[in-house]
């Protein structure tokens, strides 16, 4: 496939997934909004608590039903998105059966917390009418550093397989990287990705006694040891750099500002839909347009502040091992392996990119150490 042909078909999964995005987005809202203005969440509230007087069974069962009913409504959407479309793109190697049964799986995982959190925030409600929303923020706060703590033994190995790194020589140099950075894991893992994908991807995750490498195999079968040591050492720039308390501690400020927003929202406006108050569980699709709102807003913020630390964590890697023809190699992998655009629109970089796009990596890595970067040879881009 010559490069113009790969640099087309990038392009094109791209807009077609900023497509679904934009209709997954519009189709949650019109969702939200017809319960809310329809009047259906309060009769579904009202005949719920005709059968039951227990508030925690009124809250859990009001989320199941309006969850299986918006999955019932977005399915078509993922099943294009999480399927059809990787097919059509040659990305997927699921079957519809193996991809149906990880979205259930994500789904009954996702609701088991999503409740969860939501009979706590409506406790809060009920007890604390008003500094819930500062309580809700700290509640969400511990979830996110124990959820970043938890995922790797509990969660990631319920899709994906975990076994020890092969490859004795590789795992060596990997963890004679880390102690190069006093910085310890409890063991480097391989995992089946090419099971579900024909992407890659390497990460350090977890923390404390849980941080660990993990290698998917779609990337050891086809990378070098010196480009998957620059993907590992981005990696560990993010932890020398205190990146995930970063970006917690951002999530925290707008989780605060989203919670203050809503408890305004639903002090002013939950009575008008024939609510009793923001603490009735039928005033929920107006806390999470809300929310939602919120988030949407504060986007291009997001991606712009994450930008900054993906820039912080390359220019860590380079100087870590100082072989910046290996990092603008595996960039350039990176990319056309999983679709990238190399050169975006700026606008849509700006507002919807959490990292910045590869030509811009690869062209910084070469600007950062010109000295060390030797090759003679163009490296082979997107086109």
Do not use: C
């Not at 294009?80 to 793109?89: A, P």
């Not at 938890?150 to 963890?175: D, S, W």
């Amino acid at each position: 496939m010559s490069g113009e042909t790969e640099s087309e078909k990038a392009k094109a999964y791209n807009r077609a997934k900023r497509v679904l995005f934009l209709i997954e987005l519009g189709v949650g809202f019109l969702y939200l909004v017809v319960l809310l203005f329809s009047g259906v969440s309060v009769v579904i509230t009202q005949k719920l608590e005709t059968a039951t007087y227990n508030v925690w069974f009124v809250i859990l069962l009001y989320l199941l039903i309006i969850g299986v009913a918006y999955d019932l409504v977005a399915f078509p959407i993922d099943l294009y998105g999480g399927f059809v479309l990787e097919h059509k793109f040659g990305q997927s190697t699921q079957s519809l059966r193996a991809w149906a049964w990880d979205r259930l799986k994500s789904a009954g995982i996702g609701f088991a917390i999503g409740a969860s959190l939501a009979e706590g925030l409506y406790w809060f409600l009920r007890r604390y009418p008003t500094n819930w929303w500062l309580i809700a923020a700290a509640m969400f706060i511990a979830v996110a550093v124990i959820m970043a703590n938890l995922a790797p033994v509990v969660l990631m190995p319920l899709f994906y397989k975990f076994t020890p790194l092969r490859n004795e020589e590789l795992k060596k140099r990997l963890l004679a990287l880390f102690e190069k950075a006093n910085t310890k894991v409890r063991g480097v893992y391989e995992m089946d990705m090419s099971r579900k994908t024909h992407a890659a991807n390497a990460a350090l995750v977890g923390l404390g006694n849980t941080r660990r490498i993990v290698l998917a195999d779609t990337v050891l079968e086809r990378y070098e040891p010196d480009e998957i040591e620059a993907i590992l050492a981005h990696e560990l720039g993010h932890h020398e750099n205190w990146d995930i308390w970063k970006g917690i501690l951002f999530q925290s400020v707008l989780s605060t500002v989203s919670f203050y927003l809503a408890h305004v929202i639903l002090g002013t406006y939950s009575f008008s839909f024939g609510m009793r108050g923001p603490s009735d569980i039928a005033a929920f699709p107006l806390l999470m347009v809300t929310i939602a709102a919120v988030s949407l807003f504060f986007l291009p913020a997001v991606n712009g502040f994450t930008r900054r630390l993906e820039r912080r964590a390359d220019a860590f890697a380079l100087t870590l091992t100082r072989n910046p023809e290996a990092f603008v190699s595996m960039i350039s992998k990176l990319g056309r392996q999983n679709l990238a655009e190399f050169e975006p629109n700026p606008i849509l970089e700006f507002l919807l990119f959490s990292h910045p796009s590869i030509g811009k990596r690869m062209q910084r890595a070469r600007e950062l150490f010109p000295e060390d970067f030797r090759g003679t040879e163009k490296v082979e881009k997107e086109g």
